[in-house]
């Protein structure tokens, strides 16, 4: 009797990891077009009530406003998930207990992070928001390529803001 997941390519034993314990990029493609990806977004306010977004660099949602966040790792708490996407979105050290949860929401995507079309992407997003003022252009420009502050009402009603990101103040 076989114990790999129903599913799961005939020849892998387990999942390859590639240095830090991520999945390498072909058993990440195969577990994304076979599972939901659990994830945070960032909803950062500034003290005048605007929102930060940034202009997407990577599929699926490329060339789209969308706010900051990222997958939630394997044994990874929501604690520790959210101080090191605060780190890596934004370059800060922002204290987990800073985030206040906004809902739980799915996001669904015709691509994969590949751009790959017909390679769908499910997404459990977990929306977190906090206060702080910061300078958009010390931010990292790894998965946005310039950032903006916006009221939420001007989110919502951007044709260049993601149908996902408006929804978050739509509410």
């Known amino acids: 009797m076989s114990t790999k997941p129903l599913g799961w390519p005939a020849h ?24 939901p990806l659990v994830s945070i977004d960032l909803l950062l306010r500034d003290p005048a009530g605007r929102y930060l977004t940034g202009l997407r660099t990577n599929p699926p949602a490329r060339g789209a406003w969308f706010v900051p966040g990222g997958r939630i790792r394997k044994n990874e708490s929501l604690r520790d998930a959210l101080a090191r996407l605060a780190q890596e979105e934004l370059g800060l050290p922002i204290a987990a207990d ?28 977990l929306a977190y928001e906090a206060e702080l003022s910061l300078d958009p252009t010390t931010l990292p420009q790894t998965q946005h390529q310039g950032y903006r502050w916006l009221p939420a009402q001007e989110i919502a009603a951007d044709p260049g803001v993601h149908p996902y990101t408006q929804a978050y103040f739509k509410e």
Do not use: I, K
């Not at 892998?12 to 076979?34: C, I, N, Y």
């Not at 809902?103 to 499910?122: K, L």
């Open 12 to 35: 892998h034993d387990e999942p390859q990891r590639a240095p830090g314990g991520v999945l390498t990029q072909s058993d990440f493609r195969h577990a994304v077009e076979m599972l």
């Open 98 to 125: 800073a985030w206040t949860p906004r809902g739980v929401y799915e996001h669904f995507y015709g691509t994969n992070f590949e751009g790959a079309a017909g390679r769908s992407t499910h997404y459990v997003v």
